[in-house]
């Protein structure tokens, strides 16, 4: 903690500057639309000398700082629209006002658009918010993506980490919630997952972001539930050469000693840090080509120690300009590694191991990865009222994650061990297994006899000359022990589980946008995309009685492939001026597939794999002997249609109204219907009081809804108001039936409703934003009698866990117009309660008692103090972020209600509600320099 506040005061002196260089004035403004007054967001400002130059907020806003006294040229291009310069004379310490407005021309370079995707504020009926570059950089420490959202109305920002940042929107998580970066969908086909590990530097190269909330709320890719984000990067979209170097590094205050996993306490201050290169070309050969390079590294602990990250990020962008056409070749990779903490912590045991223990940290456990994706985007201008988008990409991904399986926690010291070692639990599993082997293939392994009378036992299988049962301990009674594939059923061992997941993808996405008239605008795309993923399992350094198995049984091994084409029409009709209603369409076909890959068996007697190989469930037989599963079962394909109806009117300048009515559907998960140990259809399939199986096909899930808002867009401060409701039907979510069966089914529907506000304001020097959201997220029907091993009606009318229901935040700023330069501090707070770990809302105690499953209110203060001036010539900032000031040991990130089978204690195995900690104080300093 003293060195962290060491530091602070240190990095507060450094932005105090003594050296007054020249006096500087303000040059702000707004470009706007010449046809219709809407504000160009994210068109380029700069001065005649090239070096000093910003982009249009989504207001059309901008403000150039410590412009030197006198005349000077300012600029302003974007993509489609006419250049324009205007003379502007910069008087010291004051501010000259400049307005632009933008006519339409032929496309030159300047930036690629994804406007299909993007909503326009007083036309677009739906609720979004906008985040410009300038938004970005001026919170980017090191964090994930995730992290910089924070403060978007209806959005929860969470995470455990770098690299393990994950986002809610409206109480969905982020596999209902699309993520598009440059028009790209970057969901796992397979999870519907987005892992922000592999996109270690897209955080420091975003141009704008754009946060779009409720259903049917994306064009392209599966269904969207919460809502979606759609990134735009900066690539080659400055018009003048420039390099950028960029760095930023912090601190994580610890309080007390914490356990290191092998038993020990030690003193620990984490910290972690990035730097960032970057080469802009400027427009280059008349305005026809540019191009972009940027390579950014990152390393460091997180706030929960055994959390080391070690990323490297690199990134190509080339943009050209043929004729009528503006292409755009990016290349984005991201090599990293990093360990993880995941939702583990036991609140009780922080006050003896230390709040920074890390129930996952051993060297057995990391993550590690690499998704180079390369995508290719024409835009072909037809004419001045049609244009084709078209974007195609290729992503290539390896790697996985390893951790320690069946580990042993000892709770009084926090070390981390493997299982007893037992020559008796040896002959058991080794046995066990060799027995599944033969029921699989047929194959008698070493000291494997399928059936044997030379024992006692009588008839029955035999493994190194023992019987493969024992007696029952009360009753004295034998019994066979069953057949079981060692790495899916055998707790008493431990080894390092490594789980593969190398998949290649290839797509694209177009669409057409083509004004048929003043009244009348139509956009016509789709996408298709073709995903195959090889999952592998393999087992490393198995501890037996012998010594160490290196390698042994792989756990799985097959492949998921998943397709999908999709297409949409968009109507936008303006009757008048002042109204403007949407209406869009979306048909999507989605197959999944399932290719088991054989696996090779290994002999446990031997201590070596053999040249045999088994299927792990398509080659199963019914008891006549028939194939349990034909070859058609592993395929599964969804179709739906999703409409979505919106209006939006503009009651003055300043002040509009809008409504929307969706429906989308979204396919189920491959997960959800394929076991890798029991086959297609196993979690749908259910046994009757006659002995009967069933099977319950999945359906698509759905969410209807709808969203009325208001907005108000003044002169210097904005507001908007949304209310919605989603009604979320056929709901999938493991269950249990009567029978006792456990099942992955359409269990029920759930409804997610809410208000949410957001407001900024500018007053001269004092800026400010502010967002409230206020939600209900509730069980409201479910046609099962159990579900997460509670009765459904200890589950209806209860939070539906996993995101706070209330959330505020608020931050404002004051810059100081310095003879140097501008000096700007801000304070902020992130305030959210109502966050559920458990579906019941409640959870018991090993002694009985029943608790209230919700976290603490979370509750963080923060300050930043930025400083932007002239370094010589050059344009140079430097921002202090102090974080979590009030140092709240009371704020945690998540809840998660499971259980731990490897703790020492009382609670092996029961279920509890284990947190992710949130960091305690923490400072990170931040420099740039561009020229």
Avoid: C
């Avoid at 998704?371 to 290539?396: A, G, I, Y």
């Avoid at 700007?824 to 029943?850: F, K, M, P, Q």
């Amino acid at each position: 903690m003293k060195r962290v506040l060491v530091i602070t005061v240190l990095s507060i002196l450094l932005l105090v500057p003594v050296a007054i260089f020249a006096q500087t004035g303000t040059i702000a403004g707004q470009v706007t639309i010449e046809k219709t007054g809407n504000p160009l967001a994210n068109a380029a400002i700069y001065l005649g000398d090239s070096k000093t130059g910003t982009y249009a907020k989504k207001n059309g806003q901008f403000t150039l700082k410590n412009v030197p006294v006198g005349t000077h040229t300012v600029t302003v291009s974007f993509m489609g629209y006419a250049k324009q310069m205007k003379e502007v004379n910069v008087v010291a310490d004051e501010t000259t006002v400049v307005k632009f407005e933008m006519a339409v021309e032929a496309v030159k370079l300047g930036g690629m658009k994804v406007s299909a995707n993007r909503a326009v504020k007083r036309e677009t009926p739906i609720a979004f918010t906008d985040l410009s570059q300038e938004d970005v950089v001026n919170k980017y420490t090191t964090e994930d993506v995730p992290g910089l959202l924070e403060g978007v109305p209806g959005l929860f920002s969470t995470g455990g980490g770098l690299g393990e940042g994950e986002l809610r929107v409206r109480g969905f998580d982020q596999d209902k919630v699309q993520i598009m970066i440059n028009g790209i969908p970057v969901n796992d086909p397979e999870s519907q997952q987005v892992y922000w590990s592999n996109w270690t530097g897209l955080s420091s190269n975003i141009k704008s972001v754009q946060v779009q909330r409720g259903a049917g709320s994306s064009m392209y890719g599966s269904g969207v539930f919460g809502g979606s984000v759609n990134i735009e990067t900066i690539g080659s979209s400055v018009p003048e050469q420039e390099w950028v170097f960029r760095t930023s590094g912090g601190m994580y205050s610890v309080p007390d000693k914490v356990a290191d996993g092998t038993g020990n306490f030690i003193d620990w201050t984490p910290y972690n840090y990035n730097m960032l290169v970057r080469y802009n070309s400027g427009n280059l050969y008349g305005g026809k080509f540019n191009y972009s390079v940027m390579a950014e590294r990152k390393l460091g602990d997180s706030w929960q120690i055994g959390t080391e990250y070690n990323g490297w990020s690199f990134g190509v962008d080339t943009q050209h300009l043929w004729g009528d056409h503006t292409v755009n070749i990016s290349l984005i990779s991201a090599p990293q590694f990093h360990r993880q903490m995941r939702t583990s912590t036991d609140m009780e045991l922080m006050d003896t191991l230390g709040r920074a223990y890390n129930r996952n940290n051993n060297i057995e456990q990391e993550n590690y990865y690499h998704k180079p994706q390369l995508s290719v985007r024409d835009e072909w201008k037809l004419s001045d009222d049609t244009m084709l988008m078209t974007n195609v990409f290729v992503t290539s991904g390896t790697g996985g994650g390893k951790y320690l399986r069946n580990d042993k926690f000892d709770v009084a010291t926090g070390r981390i061990y493997g299982q007893t070692i037992k020559s008796s639990t040896d002959w058991k599993y080794f046995g066990r297994h060799a027995l599944h082997i033969y029921n699989e293939t047929g194959i008698e392994l070493e000291g494997f006899v399928a059936s044997d009378s030379t024992t006692a036992a009588g008839w029955g299988p035999h493994y190194n000359g023992e019987p493969l049962g024992s007696s029952d301990w009360n009753t004295g009674e034998w019994y066979w022990y069953s057949a079981k594939n060692l790495p899916n059923g055998d707790y008493s061992h431990t080894w390092q589980n490594d789980s593969q997941n190398n998949h290649k993808q290839f797509g694209f996405n177009t669409y057409l946008d083509h004004k048929i008239n003043d009244m009348i605008k139509v956009v016509v795309g789709g996408e298709w995309r073709y995903w195959r993923a090889t999952h592998l399992a393999q087992g490393w350094d198995l501890r037996y009685t012998g010594g160490l198995f290196a390698e042994h049984q792989n756990r799985y091994n097959y492949d998921g492939i998943v397709s999908n084409l999709s297409g949409f029409v968009r109507a936008q009709i303006q009757p008048m001026p002042e109204l403007t209603v949407m209406l869009d369409g979306q048909y999507a076909a989605y197959t999944s597939r399932v290719e088991e890959n054989p696996i090779r068996i290994f002999d446990y007697g031997l201590g070596m794999f053999t040249d045999n190989y088994y299927f792990a469930t398509k080659n199963k037989t019914n008891s006549d002997g028939t194939l349990k599963f034909e070859e058609s079962d592993y395929e599964k394909t969804f179709n739906f249609l999703s409409p979505k109806l919106g209006v939006n009117y503009n009651i003055t300048e300043y002040l509009n109204v809008l409504a929307n009515y969706s429906i989308a559907n979204k396919e189920p998960r491959l997960g959800d219907w394929y076991s890798r140990s029991s086959g297609p259809d196993a979690s749908q399939t259910w046994t009757d009081s006659l002995g009967v199986d069933h099977v319950d096909e999945l359906d698509p899930e759905k969410a209807t809804t709808m969203e009325v808002g208001i907005g108000y867009e003044g002169v210097g401060w904005n507001i908007t108001t949304n209310l919605y409701q989603t009604i979320y039907a056929d709901k999938i979510e493991s269950v249990v039936q009567q029978s006792g069966d456990y099942l992955t089914i359409n269990a029920g529907e759930a409804t997610h409703q809410g208000v949410e506000i957001d407001a900024g304001f500018l007053f001269g020097n004092i800026d400010g934003n502010v967002s409230v959201t206020y939600a209900q997220n509730r069980w409201t029907e479910l046609n099962v009698d159990e579900i997460f091993g509670e009765d459904a009606e200890e589950v209806i009318d209860k939070v539906v866990p996993y995101s706070p229901e209330q959330m505020v935040s608020f931050g404002a700023g004051y810059t100081f117009n310095l003879p140097a330069g501008d000096l700007r501090v801000g304070l902020s707070t992130n305030w959210w309660d109502e966050y559920y770990g458990t579906y019941t809302n409640e959870y018991e105690l090993a002694d009985g008692t029943v608790e209230e499953a919700k976290l603490p209110y979370f509750l963080a203060l923060n300050s930043d103090i930025s400083y932007v001036f002239k370094l010589g010539s050059k344009d140079a900032s430097i921002r202090l972020d102090l974080k979590n000031i009030n140092n709240r040991e009371d704020n945690f990130l998540r809840a998660y209600y499971t259980s731990d089978y490897g703790r020492q204690d009382g609670l092996n195995g029961t279920k509890y509600m284990y947190v992710t900690p949130a960091p305690l104080f923490n400072a990170f300093l931040t420099a740039e320099v561009k020229f």
